[in-house]
C-alpha cells in the first residue's frame, strides 16, 4: 500500500501518529503540581488574633524580632497541569514543577488530605513542645504550652515552633531583633530533618523581612541554588545547634556555619 503512495503522502500517513501522541502530550493532564512561594508567619507573635505560642506553669519574658515559620503553595491534588503550565513554571523562579505525589503523597482526595496534613501538623507540634522542654531542662506535667497556627499543615515548623518555645522560656533573645525565618522538621530528641520545597520558601523568607534563614544542612545544596540576595543561610542539623548559631548571631561572638 504504502509503496503506491508519493513520498509526501507516506511522510503525511506516517506522520499522523507523531502528531496524535503530541497533542495527547500537549492537551492530556500531567502528574505534577506547580508551587509557588507561600505564607511565613512568626512563631513569636500572632496569627489570625491569637498568640501562636502561649505558655503557663513558666515564666516566659518578652522577646524581640522575629521567627517567621515559611512554607510553599501548590496546585492542588485535582488541578489539571498540562504541558503549557510545566513548560511556563521551569523557566519562572519563583514558580517550581514537583511531581504530585512528592507534594500529595496520600493520593487525590481533598478531605483526606487535608485531614493528613492537620494530623502531621498536630504532631510536629507536639514533638517541637517535647524538645524543646527538654532542650531547657524543663519537666512537660509542669510546664503546658498551646501552639496555634491556622490554615497550615505538615511537619516543617517544628524547628521553628521549637525556637519560639525556647525563646520565650530561655534566658536568651534569640533573633536579637532580627527576622529569622527557616524551616525543617524536629524530633523529640531535637533533631532537624530536611522538608522540601527550601528554594521557594527562602524566596517567601526574604519577600517578608527575613535577612537570616535556618535550613536543614541536607538541603543546602537546593537552598543556595536561588538564593534571595540579602538572605544569609545557616545550616542546622539540631534544635541545640540551631540555637547556639542564633546566639553567636546575636552576640557577635562564636562560630556560625555556612552553607
Not at 485535582?78 to 496520600?106: E, H, K, Q
Not at 497556627?149 to 517544628?158: F, K, M, Y
Request: proline fraction near 6%; hydrophobic fraction near 40%.
Amino acid at each position: 500500500m504504502l509503496s503506491r503512495l508519493t513520498r509526501p503522502q507516506v511522510l503525511a500517513v506516517c506522520g499522523l501518529p507523531v502528531v496524535a501522541l503530541l497533542a495527547t502530550v500537549v492537551f492530556a493532564p500531567l502528574p505534577f503540581s506547580v508551587a509557588q512561594p507561600g505564607l511565613t508567619a512568626d512563631v513569636l507573635g500572632e496569627n489570625q488574633g491569637k498568640e501562636v505560642i502561649t505558655v503557663s506553669g513558666a515564666p516566659a519574658h518578652d522577646t524581640s524580632g522575629q521567627l517567621r515559620m515559611t512554607t510553599i503553595e501548590a496546585t492542588g491534588p485535582d488541578a489539571s497541569i498540562r504541558l503549557g503550565d510545566v513548560l511556563s513554571s521551569w523557566f519562572d523562579t519563583d514558580r517550581a514543577v514537583m511531581p504530585r505525589d512528592a507534594v500529595y503523597p496520600n493520593g487525590d482526595d481533598v478531605g483526606e488530605i487535608e485531614e493528613y496534613n492537620q494530623e502531621q501538623m498536630k504532631e510536629s507540634q507536639d514533638t517541637a513542645t517535647t524538645a524543646a522542654l527538654r532542650y531547657l531542662r524543663l519537666d512537660k506535667d509542669d510546664v503546658d504550652v498551646e501552639l496555634r497556627l491556622e490554615d497550615v499543615g505538615g511537619p516543617s515548623a517544628g524547628l521553628l515552633f521549637s525556637l519560639g518555645i525556647v525563646d520565650k522560656l530561655g534566658a536568651d533573645d534569640l533573633t536579637g531583633g532580627r527576622v529569622v525565618a527557616g524551616t525543617g522538621t524536629i524530633t523529640g530528641g531535637g533533631e532537624v530533618g530536611p522538608v522540601g520545597g527550601v528554594p521557594l520558601k527562602t524566596q517567601a523568607a526574604r519577600r517578608d523581612g527575613a535577612t537570616v534563614f535556618l535550613v536543614p544542612e541536607a538541603e543546602c545544596s537546593d537552598a543556595q541554588a536561588e538564593l534571595p540576595k540579602g538572605l544569609r543561610l545557616v545550616p542546622v542539623t539540631t534544635l541545640e545547634g540551631a540555637v547556639d548559631s542564633l546566639k553567636a548571631l546575636e552576640s557577635g561572638k562564636g562560630n556560625v556555619p555556612a552553607c
